[in-house]
């Protein structure tokens, strides 16, 4: 059984920085592309960015040049380093990853519970 945990979301005012933390934990074989996806209230979830085991990096055009995506291999964890916050990142944030348990299963997509990231004055 596999989990994705989030933690680092909270309440930062526009301009401000929040450092988003995912720590995948379990039956971990391999761990192949980690992400961040958000979710604002009326809308649907859209990708923010994704980081590939050997680093290569997407972002959404909405967060490029501001957020920076980020993962520890050894530490099965990813990081979404978020500077330059305006009030419309404020949404859900879910980290998800594509692992394989074992050498025998499938590839499959996991999603942490979401954390929230609301950016107010």
């Known amino acids: 059984q596999v989990q994705l945990v989030e933690s680092g979301g909270g309440l930062v005012q526009p301009g401000g920085s929040l450092r988003l933390s995912c720590a995948a934990s379990?039956?971990?074989?391999?761990?192949?592309?980690m992400g961040w996806y958000r979710q604002a209230p009326g809308k649907q979830r859209e990708l923010v960015a994704t980081i590939a085991s050997g680093g290569t990096t997407n972002y959404a055009e909405p967060v490029k040049g501001r957020f920076t995506i980020s993962r520890d291999n050894a530490k099965n964890t990813a990081y979404l380093q978020m500077n330059s916050l305006k009030p419309e990142d404020t949404a859900v944030y879910y980290c998800?990853?594509?692992?394989?348990?074992?050498?025998?299963?499938?590839?499959?997509?996991?999603w942490g519970q979401g954390t929230q990231v609301t950016v107010s004055s």
């Open positions: 998800y990853a594509m692992i394989k348990e074992s050498s025998i299963r499938p590839l499959n997509n996991y």
């Open positions: 379990g039956s971990i074989f391999n761990m192949y592309v």
